[in-house]
């Protein structure tokens, strides 16, 4: 197969000059009361001034944000309007649930490639603490008819339709809109599906969490996430605090299941935590990148996204989206050096992984002879995962794809596949590359 790029229309590949994320922080903690415009002002204004770039070379900017701030609706924009950037910078928010970075960094992709721009910034921001709490829809439709109604009288007998149950506040769920099945009882079902055991899941998180506390301890993530946070912002943490730097494989074996109590296997130390947090990342046209004296940390090389239905399984997003961004990218899964899987549950990554090594699955769902290919756990997740960093829904992606590239880079260069699943059936799949 030959192997392709993704380029502009006189052949410049499309660069990652820079990356940088805020530490992820557990819910209701270092960054509670922080929303996640806030969070992603921070890390867009600390990435202009670490790499000295200059905010009016910019062209545009797209991020997003899971859960959405009623009142600040277009995230990209606050971000322009709220770091000292030039007012003039073009900004638009995408939502693609957990792969909502993938998205704008592939909206950005595809503005460079068209020729339309040649400098953008990508990433999302997602605060699990500073959630839009609702009202019931009772409620909701009894406060607008309160607010028309003429009388006391007309207002008495509204006010007499409510009970406590209707004006009881409503948080945004972790759930299928369509299913009502949380992100945890599809996990519990993937595990039961794909028969994978409470043992393996328990050591998948147990490894994620000792990688990452290792890859913080040789200073692996200190370039990649910010501990500065320059005016007006105040000091938060240095670190990410979901990580267990004193894992023990025995304790997750004590914790009870989370989602099905009787039968169920997953359990909070197989899911990723409720986080906080915010990562972005600056794209350029090669040339520019090079015009501008910028080494690139890496090139896009190939991105898929997929679908499948939301009732069963949903999670398995990756196992679809990934055989995609190979075949565009020319590769084989034995090409790569490194495969970085969002771990949003244990049980969710090892389907997937039982997936890729599966013919049947190949044939039945990919319609194609070969399976995706075995993966070498020394590729795999080799600083950790998602269970041990957090998942601030919208950050994720632009995490994923920045330490997969400075890990290459570390390793002497290469080429990467970093995945994610996501809500709605939904998978992305982006093949990066360094020089
Ligand atoms: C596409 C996608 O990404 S879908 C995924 C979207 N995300 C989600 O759905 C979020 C899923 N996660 C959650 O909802 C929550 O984290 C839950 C419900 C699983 C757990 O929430 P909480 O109960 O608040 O978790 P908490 O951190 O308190 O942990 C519960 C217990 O497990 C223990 N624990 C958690 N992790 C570990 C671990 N790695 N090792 C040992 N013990 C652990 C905690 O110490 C705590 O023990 P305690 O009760 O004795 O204090």
Redesign the pocket.
């Known amino acids: 197969m030959t192997k392709m790029n993704l380029t502009t229309r006189n052949g410049e590949r499309i660069a990652v000059v820079a990356g940088l994320r805020t530490p992820f922080a557990k819910q209701a903690t270092a960054f509670h009361g922080v929303p996640a415009v806030d969070l992603g002002k921070i890390v867009v204004n600390e990435l202009l001034k670490k790499h000295d770039i200059d905010p009016t070379i910019i062209d545009q900017l797209v991020f997003g944000q899971v859960v959405q701030m009623p009142e600040a609706p277009n995230i990209a924009r606050e971000i322009v309007l709220g770091t000292g950037m030039n007012v003039n910078t073009d900004a638009y928010s995408v939502s693609r649930?957990?792969a909502t970075s993938f998205q704008s960094t592939v909206n950005v992709t595809e503005a460079i490639m068209a020729g339309y721009v040649d400098v953008g910034i990508a990433g999302g921001a997602d605060s699990s603490s500073v959630a839009p709490i609702g009202v019931s829809k009772k409620f909701a439709r009894i406060l607008l008819d309160l607010s028309k109604a003429r009388s006391l009288g007309q207002k008495i007998s509204l006010i007499r339709q409510l009970g406590l149950k209707d004006i009881m506040p409503v948080p945004p769920a972790?759930a299928e809109y369509s299913t009502g099945i949380s992100?945890?009882q599809t996990a519990e079902q993937m595990a039961k599906t794909h028969n994978i055991s409470r043992e393996a899941q328990d050591e998948l998180?147990h490894r994620s969490?000792t990688l990452a506390t290792k890859s913080w301890q040789e200073g692996k993530l200190a370039g990649e996430v910010m501990t500065a946070y320059s005016e007006p912002y105040k000091s938060f943490i240095e670190k990410d605090n979901c990580i267990?730097e004193n894992?023990e494989l025995a304790?997750?074996k004590k914790?009870r299941p989370?989602f099905d109590r009787k039968h169920g296997t997953v359990t909070?130390?197989t899911?990723?935590?409720?986080t906080d947090g915010a990562s972005a990342i600056i794209l350029m046209r090669e040339g520019r990148a090079k015009e501008l004296g910028y080494k690139p940390l890496g090139y896009i090389k190939s991105y898929a996204f997929a679908a499948i239905d939301v009732w069963q399984d949903m999670?398995m997003g990756p196992s679809y989206a990934t055989p995609l961004a190979l075949k565009r990218a020319g590769m084989e899964l034995k090409d790569l050096d490194l495969i970085e899987m969002?771990e949003?549950f244990a049980a969710q990554a090892l389907a997937n992984m039982k997936m890729f090594a599966s013919t049947k699955f190949a044939r039945e769902q990919l319609g194609q002879d070969k399976a995706i290919g075995d993966i070498d756990m020394a590729k795999f997740n080799v600083m950790g995962g998602s269970l041990a960093y957090g998942?601030p829904f919208a950050a994720t992606g632009t995490r994923l794809i920045v330490q997969t590239l400075n890990e290459l880079n570390r390793r002497g260069g290469g080429t990467g596949l970093t995945t994610a699943?996501?809500?709605g059936g939904l998978g992305a799949a982006m093949i990066v590359e360094t020089d």
């Open positions: 649930a957990c972790v992100m945890g998180a969490h267990r894992s304790s997750y914790l989370c909070a130390a899911s990723t935590p409720l999670l969002h949003a998942h699943c996501a809500a």
